[in-house]
């Protein structure tokens, strides 16, 4: 049994030019939004990604084993709408280049779905977030602003080696 530590609140930051990528309609369909967070994965240097549908639960769910993100990463990267990356000259550590650069990743699947759940362990720590994004409040709301918005989330040990992510 995991015993929670502690819940904790985070903003969510956006960066202007989100507005013109969204506009423009990134993520015109499913698959797109699907083929972004595989993306994702690929980035954090996964080298398996599964897809689940459970169809009876209505349920998507994608585990990689990527490097994963402790609570700084998850605070300052990837709630940072639109965080700007300089793309890397060197490939990563599988020899690989980066594909993303422009933060807005995890924006993919939130019209597809009610709330977006994320799970993840940084590598070679054994304290894992559990975090929780309530996508409807990004299309539901007329007069909604992002910056009132906060991800609560929970930090806990995981039951993983620590050597997984």
């Known amino acids: 049994m995991n015993v929670i530590q502690s819940i904790r609140k985070a903003p969510i930051k956006v960066n202007q030019q989100v507005v013109k990528h969204l506009s423009l309609g990134l993520y015109r369909n499913f698959a797109l939004a699907i083929k972004e967070l595989i993306s994702n994965a690929y980035d954090a240097g996964a080298t398996e990604v599964k897809l689940k549908l459970d169809l009876k639960n209505e349920k998507i769910i994608l585990r990689d084993n990527g490097r994963g993100?402790?609570?700084?990463?998850?605070?300052?990267?990837?709630?940072?709408?639109?965080?700007?990356?300089e793309p890397s000259k060197e490939p990563d550590e599988l020899g690989r280049m980066r594909i993303g650069t422009f933060g807005i990743g995890f924006l993919a699947p939130l019209p597809y779905c009610k709330t977006l759940?994320?799970?993840?362990?940084?590598?070679?720590?054994k304290l894992a977030l559990e975090g929780e994004i309530r996508a409807e409040d990004f299309f539901t709301k007329g007069n909604w602003e992002i910056k009132d918005h906060e991800v609560e989330y929970k930090i806990y040990e995981s039951d993983l080696p620590s050597e997984e992510g």
């Open 69 to 85: 993100m402790d609570e700084k990463e998850f605070r300052e990267d990837y709630l940072h709408i639109g965080l700007f990356k």
């Open 117 to 125: 759940k994320i799970i993840t362990k940084k590598r070679g720590q």
